[in-house]
């Protein structure tokens, strides 16, 4: 079965503080990997996404993800968090059929405190 | 440009009622889905649309699920004989279904099952 795990219900780090949100996945074939936020009472919005090329990609707000294939991973990242990031975060990944569609991780709540 | 649209933003239902969902896409955008995000559940797909056609179908939990797309644009999602469990957020996105990978999100119908 196709899946996506965020291991962490909930990342806690300082206002200054690099961070990461882990996400592995398992579908076959070479996935698009994408990260979305979701902030309180809205929907979710497109941060970054990995299709091919350098490993590393950049998006929006300073943040980047690391693709790994050999891991299959896709963590996301960013070198010095503000509270305002503080929300739900949740990888997706397309596999390689015809539907386009997504399966999301379970999300991870990412908490930066003061 | 206006991003895409949703309505209504709140539905409280009676168990047994049959209800509507409103999605309004991005204007030009040939792809259309439906998601739902339970609690403690994550988000899973329903269905994809390209153009008035729906080629996977997959995620719809049971036959009292049903959706249409008319001219390609407004997509409608019925729920008939409504039951506790289909309260949840519905989220709708498009793409432009061709070089853009990327699903673009509503901000969500929450429904409410009593």
């Known amino acids: 079965a196709q899946s996506v795990a965020q291991p962490e219900d909930q990342v806690n780090v300082a206002e200054g503080n690099p961070l990461t949100v882990k996400c592995t996945y398992s579908?076959?074939?070479?996935?698009?990997l994408f990260w979305y936020v979701q902030y309180p009472n809205r929907g979710l919005q497109f941060l970054l996404k990995y299709i091919t090329g350098d490993n590393l990609v950049k998006g929006s707000y300073g943040f980047e993800a690391e693709f790994n294939k050999s891991q299959t991973s896709f963590h996301l990242k960013k070198p010095s968090a503000l509270v305002s990031d503080s929300a739900l975060y949740f990888c997706?990944?397309?596999?390689?059929?015809?539907?386009?569609?997504?399966?999301f991780g379970s999300g991870t709540r990412l908490l930066v405190r003061p | 440009g206006a991003g895409v649209s949703q309505s209504p933003s709140n539905k409280v239902t009676e168990k047994g009622k049959d209800v509507e969902l409103r999605c309004d896409p991005i204007s030009g955008h040939t792809a259309l889905y439906w998601y739902r995000q339970s609690l403690g559940q994550g988000l899973e797909f329903l269905i994809y649309?390209?153009?008035?056609?729906?080629?996977?179908k997959s995620g719809l939990p049971s036959d009292r699920f049903s959706a249409e797309r008319t001219g390609g644009s407004v997509s409608t999602l019925t729920i008939q004989r409504t039951q506790q469990e289909d309260s949840a957020v519905y989220l709708c996105a498009s793409s432009s279904g061709t070089t853009s990978y990327e699903q673009y999100f509503g901000p969500g119908t929450r429904l409410t099952v009593t």
């Open positions: 649309f390209q153009g008035n056609s729906a080629p996977d």
């Open positions: 997706a990944v397309r596999p390689m059929d015809s539907s386009y569609k997504l399966i």
């Open positions: 579908v076959s074939g070479n996935p698009y």
